[in-house]
């Protein structure tokens, strides 16, 4: 059976072709080239593919989409009943203070959060997690958490360290 008719699983079919025909083909039809950074790129990017889609599939267990489930975490982390600007919650996750808001939008019509003036500042807003956006929060953590440590669970403690070392020195 040649590699291109072979029973791939689901798993398989999604990601693609496996990475080692990927590079055999380049190989062949440009051996003036060294594909090599396609096959840690690509498998960096399915690596990324299989942790969002596990993360994404647990925030929808609360109806969340990921981005609501990233704001809901990181308002948790700042501590009960602790606030942030929405310029500060954007910076914390990279986001443009425009993206922010239709993130809070969604979440305040759920009742998840709520925009409070600044005692302070009357021109200034902070964000807080109301009792059931931390309820929920709270709740999402523990399975987030659960989920990402099934992911893991191939590594051990010594490969989890190298991996972030590794991908640190990639990503900054």
């Known amino acids: 059976m040649s590699q291109d008719s072979r029973a791939r699983s689901p798993a398989e079919s999604a990601?693609?072709?496996p990475l080692e025909t990927i590079l055999q083909q380049w190989k062949r039809e440009r051996p003036d080239l060294d594909p090599s950074p396609m096959a840690v790129c690509g498998a960096l990017r399915r690596a990324n593919d299989r942790v969002r889609t596990a993360v994404e599939g647990n925030a929808a267990k609360g109806g969340?989409?990921?981005a609501g489930f990233d704001v809901l975490l990181t308002?948790?982390?700042q501590g009960r009943g602790e606030t942030l600007t929405p310029s500060a919650l954007?910076?914390?996750m990279m986001l443009s203070t425009s993206a922010m808001t239709n993130r809070l939008d969604r979440l305040e019509k759920r009742g998840l959060v709520e925009r409070r003036s600044d005692p302070k500042d009357?021109?200034?807003l902070k964000i807080a997690l109301t009792e059931d956006g931390f309820a929920l929060a709270d709740r999402l953590v523990m399975s987030h958490l659960a989920v990402e440590e099934q992911m893991l669970?191939?590594?051990d403690t010594a490969e989890r360290e190298e991996l972030k070392r590794l991908l640190a020195k990639v990503g900054v």
């Open 64 to 66: 969340l989409d990921g």
């Open 15 to 17: 990601q693609g072709a």
């Open 153 to 155: 669970t191939p590594l």
């Open 90 to 92: 954007a910076g914390e």
């Open 75 to 77: 308002l948790r982390r």
């Open 122 to 124: 009357r021109r200034s």
